[in-house]
């Protein structure tokens, strides 16, 4: 009993997630991994929808006080694979796949 307990408190938290860090992102017979080129994600995975932010980096001083030294570029691409697949959103940062997460289909 104890057990069954555990296991509906583990799929409650599971379901209240609005994104899940992934290992890996597949598209057909290749995966796509942190590290992986983005040239190489859009030859496997095609064109995504695009959106580049900048980001500030973080710095701190002697004093220990923390301030944006610089703005970074960074990419957010995003994966829609149609319905009953959670959307996928890849951080390319220089070119390579930095993180893959998975959003929360609202749907």
């Known amino acids: 009993m104890r057990f069954v307990s555990a296991l509906s408190l583990a799929f409650a938290c599971y379901a209240h997630i609005e994104s899940a860090h992934a290992d890996f992102l597949r598209c057909g017979a290749a995966l796509i991994e942190p590290g992986d080129s983005a040239a190489y994600t859009l030859e496997k995975c095609g064109e995504p929808t695009s959106t580049t932010i900048n980001e500030p980096v973080w710095a701190r001083d002697v004093n220990g006080r923390v301030y944006p030294s610089v703005n970074a570029r960074s990419d957010v691409w995003r994966y829609n694979?149609?319905?009953?697949?959670?959307?996928?959103?890849?951080?390319?940062?220089?070119g390579i796949v930095e993180s893959i997460t998975f959003e929360k289909n609202r749907e």
């Open 81 to 94: 694979f149609g319905p009953g697949k959670f959307p996928a959103m890849l951080r390319i940062i220089d």
